[in-house]
């Protein structure tokens, strides 16, 4: 029964229960505690800020997008050591790169140049680059990130960097391409032409990646662009593996399980890894 009733010609609410004893703070301590139960939803530009940087080759200052590592989360690695984070993909934000005179490097190696370099820079790089408008965007696209580690691969070239830090750029766009690759549904002829381009460039440039880790080994000496060697032969083991060189996968994880250097946990990686190429030797025979 609605005790209440009668009170609609007033214009007020006369539905519900009538509960004198309600004082109404039971109601608002519902919407408060279901306020403070809903979840936030983080979004890439939220891990991001405008980082002004100065280029020197030119000396013009420019701003690009950092990520705030002390916020990101880190998820399990893919196999061959790219990096995984909750919410964004870091790699996206990991070069420098100058819109007024083309000069680019991995953020690490930005600054880290000789006389000689800069002058190299601006010879082969330089003189040739055409400006363009840059993009206002609240993150980076697979694209623009791509451009931009092609354009650090170029001035690498034209510095005459290690084969270790070009090696790791190649690696770094085919990571790129990759994710690019799972995130384009299948479900229109365009995109699937966009997932085969992004095939295409994954294949060539970890192809690239892995033929050059490979001679670095033979040709430098740790740490590689900032990697140890066991660190090293974790990925090329899991690229061998890719490419199905299970001998040379073979032999890099045995160096690691052997090795009292290896970290527990990567030996433990490298003992589910020795499985599985032993159960495709196997197959293959």
Known sequence: M???????????????????????????????????????????KDFLLDRKEKCPICDKEF???????????????DGDLRPNHEYIDTLKYGVCACPSCGYAALRRNFDHLSATQRKWIRESITVNFKPVVEPQMETYTYDYAVEKYKLALVSAMAKKAKLSEKAYICLNIAWLRRAQMESIPEDTPVNKKRKAACRQEFEGFYRQAY??????????????????????????????????????????????????????????KCLDMKEQIVSELRKSK
């Open 2 to 44: 609605n005790l209440l009733s009668g009170l609609e010609k007033f214009g007020l609410n006369s539905t519900g229960e009538l509960d004198i004893l309600n004082d109404g703070t039971d109601s608002s301590k519902k919407k408060t505690d279901e306020k403070e139960k809903a979840t936030v939803t983080l979004t890439e």
């Open 63 to 77: 701003i690009v997008k950092a990520v705030k590592s002390s916020k990101v989360k880190r998820l399990e690695p």
């Open 211 to 268: 033929d050059g880790f490979l001679r670095v080994t033979s040709t430098e000496t740790p740490p590689y662009n900032g990697m140890d060697a066991n660190t090293m032969d974790y990925i090329l083991a899991n690229m061998a593996f890719y490419y199905k060189e299970y001998e040379t996968a073979s032999k890099l994880i045995g160096r690691l399980i052997t090795s009292a250097n290896t970290p527990r946990r990567m030996k433990e």
